[in-house]
């Protein structure tokens, strides 16, 4: 009898006592911490959201560039046609730094397609006035002729907006972008080419958030 | 008698994890944004967004405005990435655990203001796209309210949208129908695509949250206040008026209920049923225990009645339904804009905050020398009765 009523009392407190000391842990989250984890920029994290994201830009500037170098008015020219860049605009939702793109697109081109376009350096334009006044008044040295005008016009526009369409309820977020580029004939201001990548993502937040 | 030590060994267990929570652990000097630097680096990672809205908007106050940027990046990553499961959240809607365990984004009114801040730091750094991103996302994170009459209802926001739009070669003409639709106080102007000179003004004190309920399982708003009305600005020879358009108690207390409001509720009817259970049990069970003699099949039933109440008493004592109360505590209460056009170069500029009689408040009145960009570029002025 007594040992029932010992095993009574002394087997819910064991139990208490396993489900109070569980508290230890809380306010404690990943102890030893995680290991810094090397991903491929065109690989989805584990942290992730509904906006741009470093694989959504690898995917959209590798169609873009590819698709650059199929236009005829590139893949035809005799000599490289001059692009210049002109800002991206962004007609998201979210905040991003969208010179990546073009900045992107750039680099394939240039590295991975040689001497198909050719970029100029307009934003260095300061430094590089500054280094012709230089030569143009002789106090450093010069390969040419530093009166000619060297610096070279652009034949085409490269440029592109990001636009998106948001809904959200109580069963989550779904954020849908278009991102479209294209090439402008800096002469005539015809559209030569054109082309476009869409993205959709969507998620719903912990129920303690909504 | 050792049913009774057992019983105090494990209340004391229970009460022990009442203790987890740590308190500050760096000293507070007095000045917000110390304050706030060294809460941010030594505060829990499940605080820390909130300390950052916090000291962004000092740190925007008094001009700051690279780190005000510095601390709303950070802060709109956390809102950003809260997609998908999340351990501390999940443990905000256990029983057992408080929902302040979860990391603070804030509610929706405090989610846009974050926004709102970012929106205008880009503004001011002429990205007017990224700007209007922010405004964008602004009203989205008010878009899930339960009464949708309230639901993405910023004229503020709306209206910063169509500005860039229009300023950006587009049509904003139908964000600015939207803002003129929602207004409940001042109704916004047309656009003026030429006004170079652009105030974002606020005052006031926004909304705190308290919890309320038997167990404090209800989030409540007490109401943010203000003495000041609108603000005068002169400069230039022109006097304008800036009327609020956005009431952030009006935002935070119309979105109707939220779904851990259930849950908390739910906790709270667990705490009460345990609670009654184990009275009913430890009554039930001393009587019966009492009653016969020793040894004797009730005295059995008697004291495992006692036990079961006393641990159905200690899952109440550990259910937690307690609301978060955790709340970005410096907002204003009001918000307002106004742009002026302004040839470019120093300007004086007078603000002054008006009472509900239309007098300035003598102590708030502000002079500041402001230098007005070259077009097309704008020039972004952020006032605050709080400006320091």
Same mark, same amino acid.
């Given at each position: 009898?007594?040992?029932?009523? %010992? ?30 984890? /090397? ?49 991206? %605009? ?40 500054? /280094?012709?006044?230089?030569? @143009? ?24 907006? %990001? ?7 109580? @069963? ?5 972008? %278009? ?18 990548? /869409? ?5 719903? /937040? ?5 | ?37 060294? $809460? ?134 139908? $964000? ?150 955790? $709340? ?61």
């Amino acid at each position: 009898m007594k040992k029932r009523i %010992l095993a009574g009392i002394f087997g819910p407190s064991v139990l208490l006592a396993i489900i109070a000391t569980g508290c230890a842990s809380s306010g404690v989250k990943n102890p030893s911490g995680i290991g810094v984890t /090397e991903m491929r920029a065109d690989e989805k994290g584990f942290v992730a959201g509904t906006g741009v994201e470093s694989q959504d830009l690898v995917a959209v500037t590798d169609k873009m560039a590819r698709s650059i170098l199929d236009t005829p008015q590139i893949k035809n020219a005799q000599n490289p046609p001059v692009v210049l860049l002109d800002p991206v %605009l962004n007609d998201t939702r979210f905040p991003i730094n969208k010179d990546l793109f073009l900045t992107r697109i750039q680099v394939l081109l240039n590295s991975k397609c040689e001497k198909k376009v050719q970029f100029v350096a307009r934003d260095r334009m300061a430094a590089l006035e500054h /280094e012709r006044d230089l030569k @143009r008044t002789g106090q450093v040295t010069t390969s040419s002729d530093s009166n000619v005008v060297e610096f070279k016009g652009g034949d085409f526009f490269l440029t592109g907006k %990001l636009q998106s369409l948001t809904t959200r309820n109580s @069963r989550g977020i779904s954020d849908y972008i %278009l991102y479209s580029f294209e090439l402008v004939d800096a002469r005539t201001s015809a559209i030569v080419w054109q082309d476009f990548a /869409e993205m959709k993502k969507q998620g719903v /937040e912990d129920a303690s958030y909504r | 008698m050792k049913m009774l030590a057992s019983s105090c060994l494990v209340g004391a267990l229970v009460a022990g994890c009442a203790t987890t929570e740590t308190s500050e652990n760096w000293q507070r000097t007095g000045d917000p944004l110390v304050d706030g630097r060294a $809460a941010i680096e030594h505060s829990q990672k499940r605080d820390r967004a909130l300390w950052e809205y916090r000291t962004a908007a000092t740190a925007m106050r008094r001009g700051q405005f690279g780190e005000a940027k510095q601390w709303l990046d950070d802060a709109l990553l956390t809102l950003g990435g809260i997609y998908g499961p999340d351990k501390d959240a999940r443990k905000a809607r256990s029983y057992f655990a408080s929902e302040s365990k979860k990391t603070f984004i804030g509610e929706p009114y405090e989610r846009v203001m974050a926004y709102y801040y970012r929106g205008i730091l880009y503004w001011i750094d002429g990205e007017l796209d990224n700007a209007r991103a922010c405004f964008r996302s602004g009203e989205i994170m008010d878009s899930d309210a339960e009464n949708k009459s309230y639901s993405g209802d910023y004229v503020l926001l709306d209206y910063l949208d169509g500005l860039i739009t229009s300023k950006l070669g587009s049509d904003g003409s139908e $964000a600015l129908k939207r803002a003129q639709a929602e207004s409940r106080m001042a109704k916004p102007p047309d656009f003026d695509l030429q006004a170079n000179a652009l105030f974002f003004v606020e005052f006031g004190s926004g909304p705190l949250k308290y919890a309320t309920g038997q167990y404090g399982e209800e989030l409540r708003f007490r109401p943010g206040h203000s003495p000041v009305r609108a603000i005068q600005i002169k400069l230039n020879g022109q006097t304008v008026r800036a009327e609020p358009y956005d009431d952030l108690t009006f935002q935070a207390t119309t979105r109707g209920g939220r779904v851990m409001d259930h849950i908390l509720a739910n906790k709270a009817v667990f705490k009460r049923a345990t609670d009654t259970a184990g009275n009913v049990a430890i009554i039930g069970g001393a009587i019966l225990a009492s009653q016969q003699g020793s040894h004797s099949a009730a005295d059995e039933v008697g004291l495992g009645l006692l036990a079961a109440g006393i641990i159905s008493k200690i899952f109440s004592a550990a259910t937690t339904p307690t609301a978060d109360v955790r $709340a970005w505590d410096n907002l204003p209460q009001f918000l307002s804009f106004t742009a002026v056009r302004l040839p470019a170069g120093p300007q004086a500029v007078t603000v002054e905050f008006l009472d509900a009689n239309g007098s300035p408040i003598a102590n708030l009145t502000q002079t500041v020398t402001m230098t007005v960009s070259d077009p097309p570029r704008d020039t972004v002025i952020f006032v605050s009765d709080k400006n320091q």
